[in-house]
């Protein structure tokens, strides 16, 4: 009978957590496998440019990150199989992975699967997507540096993102669904108090208004159901994320929204599994957040590793 190839160390995603911990795990010499289900970087390689990653004095795009990232730790012996992750067997010590490439082993598991920010359902949104509908304020706003922009949501990274924009952009607009912010007092005072913020209370976009370039926005009124349109430059969508963890089918815990539950050495539930970037609880989702905890994952898997053994 064959046996079976157990790596010291298997990660699910290939964004900048995952390919951090495959950096960090080849170089000290584990035996590491990346599974990524369509492309290095994530979500990250979705954006068109990133100013706020250090290193990189003239920004940098995303997919193009990603592929360094990829390349950095295949330099180390890491291993990348493209695939999707069905279900994961971690209680045992050697955990498994069923992908639609078949079977995986490994003594650790990093999770880095992400989340996806959740989307308005507007029509050509997928087209606009980074070409003005956005859903990350700090990565895309400082295109819109003396522009007008709107915020879609009413929580608080809706309010932060307001917030932010409010000190780049000549006008944002607030659109939220209700007649009041469900973020935390704390964001209430500063956004009265800006100048350019303007709210638009019991309202919902319905649909871009397109010409060689986004111009503005179809808003409904929820109670009187009247269409107006707002001109705009940009919209920042922030009315949440999903964590891409259907996948794990209970086996491991989750909060309420389907996080990951970790605290900061990203250690999970069950020995051996760890959980980073944005899939795990964590209050900033960021690509730097996210290399830290790739890093932070794998000083604690090789601690595991030693303490069970199994080095």
Wanted: glycine residues 12%; proline residues 3%.
């Amino acid at each position: 009978m064959e046996t079976l190839h157990v790596y010291d160390m298997m990660i699910i995603g290939g964004g900048p957590a995952g390919y951090t911990a495959a950096l960090y795990a080849s170089r000290a010499g584990l035996d590491t496998l990346v599974i990524e289900q369509m492309a290095p970087g994530g979500q990250m390689a979705l954006t068109g440019e990133i100013d706020n990653y250090p290193g990189f004095e003239a920004g940098i795009d995303g997919f193009t990150l990603g592929t360094k990232m990829q390349q950095g730790a295949e330099r180390f012996g890491a291993k990348t199989v493209y695939a999707e992750v069905k279900s994961l067997s971690l209680p045992e010590q050697v955990k498994q992975a069923d992908t639609s490439a078949g079977a995986f082993y490994a003594k650790t598991v990093v999770i880095a699967a992400g989340a996806n920010p959740r989307r308005l359902g507007l029509p050509m949104e997928q087209e606009l997507t980074g070409k003005g509908i956005h859903y990350c304020a700090h990565c895309d706003g400082r295109f819109y540096k003396g522009r007008t922009v709107a915020v879609v949501g009413g929580g608080n990274s809706a309010a932060a993102d307001a917030l932010y924009l409010s000190n780049l952009a000549a006008k944002v607009y607030v659109v939220h669904r209700r007649d009041s912010l469900r973020a935390t007092r704390v964001y209430h005072a500063p956004l009265m108090k800006a100048s350019n913020v303007e709210f638009v209370w019991n309202s919902v976009i319905r649909e871009p208004i397109v010409g060689e370039r986004l111009s503005g926005v179809k808003i409904e009124h929820v109670q009187t159901r009247n269409i107006t349109e707002l001109a705009c430059d940009g919209i920042f969508v922030s009315i949440g994320r999903i964590p891409a963890s259907g996948f794990l089918q209970g086996a491991l815990t989750l909060d309420p929204a389907g996080y990951i539950i970790a605290d900061e050495s990203t250690r999970t539930n069950i020995d051996g599994v760890f959980a980073v970037g944005d899939i795990r609880t964590k209050s900033l989702r960021q690509i730097v957040t996210a290399v830290a905890d790739g890093a932070v994952a794998v000083h604690f898997a090789e601690e595991y590793l030693a303490e069970s053994g199994q080095l």
